[in-house]
T-cell receptor, first 115, second 120 residues
Framework: NAGVTQTPKFRVLKTGQSMTLLCAQD?????MYWYRQDPGMGLRLIHY???????AKGEVPDGYNVSRLKKQNFLLGLESAAPSQTSVYFC??????????????FGEGSRLTVL | AQKITQTQPGMFVQEKEAVTLDCTYD???????LFWYKQPSSGEMIFLIY??????QNATEGRYSLNFQKARKSANLVISASQLGDSAMYFC?????????????????FGQGTILTVHP
């Protein structure tokens, strides 16, 4: 009954360090997403994937890379962290995105602080 | 480009009263979907309600209803009989599609959010 799981939940980085956020879902969903949430700006889409081996850029992709080597996992990488990347990151997944609801299921969020 | 606007940064309501949270959208897609999510102080995102652009009736889910006015491009959330547990951030979101290389990519675009506070 795990749903969408994000690791780590909290992380503090120094400017220039790299890290990877892992998102895992056990619902056999095709679509996976990475969003960032900042005060007053809602959730903004970083990257997303419509299936294993495919990724696409969202609204704010700069400074991030992603990979979807396995259907159940979606990794978000920061190669050289910057203070502007201090945020709460949410992973989400959905079975499909068509004429049905396409409801997103969210992870609990990962709070990243870049000093 | 798709855009979602929530013009109310914060709203206050008395317990047991009804409250309306505003959401307007802009899209050129003939088919789209509108969602509302709740984010309590604990941080998780909770799906509340969905409205498809071709749905003839306004969506309802328990105490939540979506006042969908297609011509005005608005999708307001109405919460009836507010409870203290309704205090949270509320996000409106719209599903849109991008076609690239013959593949349709769907995604949700979120508004800025409205903080609702329910007073006893």
């Amino acid at each position: 009954n795990a749903g969408v799981t994000q690791t780590p939940k909290f992380r503090v980085l120094k400017t220039g360090q790299s890290m990877t956020l892992l998102c895992a879902q056990d619902m056999n969903h095709e679509y996976m997403y990475w969003y960032r949430q900042d005060p007053g700006m809602g959730l903004r889409l970083i990257h997303y994937s419509v299936g294993e081996g495919t990724t696409a850029k969202g609204e704010v992709p700069d400074g991030y890379n992603v990979s979807r080597l396995k259907k159940q996992n979606f990794l978000l990488g920061l190669e050289s962290a910057a203070p502007s990347q201090t945020s709460v990151y949410f992973c989400a997944s959905s079975y499909h995105m068509d004429e049905s609801t396409g409801e997103l299921f969210f992870g609990e969020g990962s709070r990243l602080t870049v000093l | 480009a798709q855009k979602i606007t929530q013009t109310q940064p914060g709203m206050f309501v008395q317990e047991k009263e009804a409250v309306t949270l505003d959401c307007t959208y802009d899209t050129s897609d003939p088919s789209y979907g509108l969602f509302w999510y709740k984010q309590p102080s604990s941080g998780e995102m909770i799906f509340l309600i969905y409205q498809g652009s071709y749905d003839q009736q306004n969506a309802t889910e328990g105490r939540y209803s979506l006042n969908f006015q297609k011509a005005r491009k608005s999708a307001n959330l109405v919460i009836s009989a507010s409870q203290l547990g309704d205090s949270a951030m509320y996000f409106c979101a719209m599903r849109s599609f991008t076609n690239a290389g013959g593949t349709s990519y769907g995604k949700l675009t979120f508004g800025q959010g409205t903080i609702l506070t329910v007073h006893p």
